[in-house]
């Protein structure tokens, strides 16, 4: 997941010089914008290093709990912000160091408090998790705060960024929460299970959730700021998925741990707001 993460923030940073210099996407016809996109080399590069952050993202969802694995999230803005610095030759300043320290000391807590990961034992078991109806409540809270922060972001248009942001998080925490299922009916009855029901379903609504979730990271990189919409993406990554974690799959996390994702959300807040100072 660290991995995963790293590799999805950096892909971001890269999409978001392209599109940057684009039309509004509002403005011309979805063919367009996706033709200007395809012909960009460093959008299609920073869109297959998302891609294979995704992939292995989906991975670990099938290693470890999925309260455990995305407060990791986090952890991709330390990587920017070294990133910045040593090849870019920004300086961080004192919240920047701040910041990382507090992601990493999140992350170690991560390993030191939450407890091991649960384990299905059948595959009735793992999709009658998906049934409960506070499960489905869970999901179409997930859906509603995307189509709010859409609703708003068409109207505020000084938010929009950051709105759009939270609903991509909102989108890609809901298409995780299906991939948390899928890939442990893979891990339950491997390949021959694919072409079953439940995780040829999960599998559909994994991708449609996540194919929509980059739409609207695409459009909150146009419409806001980096130092907004980077952060506030990768925060509510951390924070989001906690719900659906302790809801839907009956996940444990002591009191204690709620700290990690305490830590991490500060650390993301004080690197995804730093100001970026090229050295002379």
């Known amino acids: 997941m660290l991995v995963a993460t790293s590799m999805l923030s950096v892909g971001a940073v890269l999409q978001k010089a392209v599109v940057d210099g684009l039309p509004p996407f509002e403005q011309v016809s979805l063919g367009q914008s996706l033709k200007a996109l395809l012909r960009a080399p460093r959008w299609v590069i920073g869109w297959g290093i998302g891609f294979v952050g995704v992939v292995l993202n989906t991975v670990a969802l099938g290693l470890a709990d999925l309260g455990l694995v995305q407060p990791l999230n986090g952890f991709g803005l330390v990587v920017v912000a070294l990133f910045s610095r040593f090849y870019l030759g920004e300086r961080l300043d004192p919240r920047a160091v701040l910041g990382m320290a507090l992601v990493i000391a999140g992350v170690v807590l991560v390993g030191v408090l939450l407890p091991e990961s649960r384990a299905f034992a059948s595959a009735p078991d793992l999709t009658a998790c998906y049934l409960e109806p506070l499960s489905a409540a869970v999901l179409v809270a997930l859906v509603g705060?995307?189509?709010?922060?859409?609703?708003?972001?068409?109207?505020?248009?000084?938010?929009?960024?950051?709105?759009?942001?939270?609903?991509?998080?909102?989108?890609?925490?809901?298409?995780?929460?299906?991939?948390?299922?899928?890939?442990?009916?893979?891990?339950?009855?491997?390949?021959?299970?694919?072409?079953?029901?439940?995780?040829?379903?999960?599998?559909?609504?994994?991708?449609?959730?996540?194919?929509t979730a980059m739409v609207f990271q695409q459009l909150s990189l146009q419409k806001g700021r980096a130092v907004e919409v980077i952060p506030t993406f990768a925060a509510a990554s951390v924070v989001l998925p906690l719900l659906p974690g302790w809801v839907v799959f009956r996940e444990q996390i002591p009191g204690l741990a709620l700290l990690t994702p305490l830590l991490i959300s500060a650390g993301v807040i004080l690197l995804g707001g730093r100001r970026p100072e090229v050295q002379a």
């Open 145 to 211: 705060t995307t189509a709010l922060a859409w609703f708003v972001s068409r109207s505020q248009t000084r938010a929009a960024g950051i709105l759009l942001a939270l609903a991509a998080a909102a989108t890609s925490v809901t298409g995780l929460t299906f991939a948390k299922g899928f890939t442990g009916l893979m891990t339950l009855e491997g390949l021959r299970g694919l072409w079953a029901p439940a995780p040829a379903l999960l599998l559909v609504l994994l991708i449609g959730f996540s194919s």
